[in-house]
Nanobody
């Protein structure tokens, strides 16, 4: 069993910053990818950023240069530093753990990020 607990969302003005954190616990393989997805009202869930256990990162074009993803493998924790936030970044952000060897994805409970204009 795997659990993901995310935190760090909130309300911020446009141009501001927030940092999201997510801790994974349970049966965690050493080779995996952790990331953040988001879902705005009426829209599909989309990838924001992901990082593999080897440190390879991937970002959505809309957040490149503004968001930074990082992780601490020893703590099974992933972070998302968000800067220069825009109202269109408003969404529920979900932490994700992908364990390819098992073909499984796990999700956190979601944390709301609201950016006011």
């Amino acid at each position: 069993q795997v659990q993901l607990v995310g935190s760090g969302g909130g309300l911020v003005q446009a141009g501001g910053s927030l940092r999201l954190s997510c801790v994974a616990s349970g049966s965690i393989l050493s080779i995996n990818a952790m990331g953040w997805y988001r879902q705005a009202p009426g829209k599909q869930r989309e990838l924001v950023a992901a990082v593999t256990s080897a440190g390879r990162t991937n970002y959505a074009d809309s957040v490149k240069g503004r968001f930074t993803i990082s992780r601490n493998n020893a703590l099974n924790t992933v972070y998302l530093q968000m800067r220069s936030l825009k109202p269109e970044d408003t969404a529920v952000y979900y932490c994700n753990l992908h364990q390819a060897a098992w073909g499984k994805d796990y999700w956190g409970q979601g944390t709301q990020v609201t950016v006011s204009s």
